[in-house]
Nanobody, 121 residues
Framework: QVQLVESGGGLMQPGGSLRLSCATS??????????MRWFRQAPGRERELVAS????????DYADDVKGRFIITRDRARKTSALQMTSLKVEDTGTYYC????????????WGKGTLVTVSS
């Protein structure tokens, strides 16, 4: 059974930094063949894609409002992903979800339960 577990959320003042981690387990396919993504869901809003890192090339992509502030990484040996968030803004508040979707095999799409990030003074 595949599990994704996020950690690292909390309360931070505007301008601060947080590092979110996503630990994975139980993947039958190679971790390297999964696209790792981080989504954010603010209160009363739809879940939105924040950042992604794509397979072997580790190509990254970001939502416009986090470019230059957030960095997504993956550790193949530990089968984890991380989202380093800097220069946090109040609008970054929300529950952050880790997602792993296989790059070629349909149906291999897994989610964590989320970690709450609150940015407030």
């Amino acid at each position: 059974q595949v599990q994704l577990v996020e950690s690292g959320g909390g309360l931070m003042q505007p301008g601060g930094s947080l590092r979110l981690s996503c630990a994975t387990s139980g993947m039958s396919a190679s971790f390297s063949n999964y696209i790792m993504r981080w989504f954010r869901q603010a209160p009363g809003r739809e879940r939105e894609l924040v950042a992604s890192i794509i397979t072997t090339a580790d190509t990254t992509d970001y939502a416009d409002d986090v470019k230059g502030r957030f960095i997504i990484t993956r550790d193949r040996a530990r089968k984890t992903s991380a989202l380093q968030m800097t220069s946090l803004k109040v609008e970054d508040t929300g529950t952050y979800y880790c997602n792993a979707v296989h790059s070629t095999i349909r149906g291999l799409d897994f989610w964590g339960k989320g970690t709450l990030v609150t940015v407030s003074s």
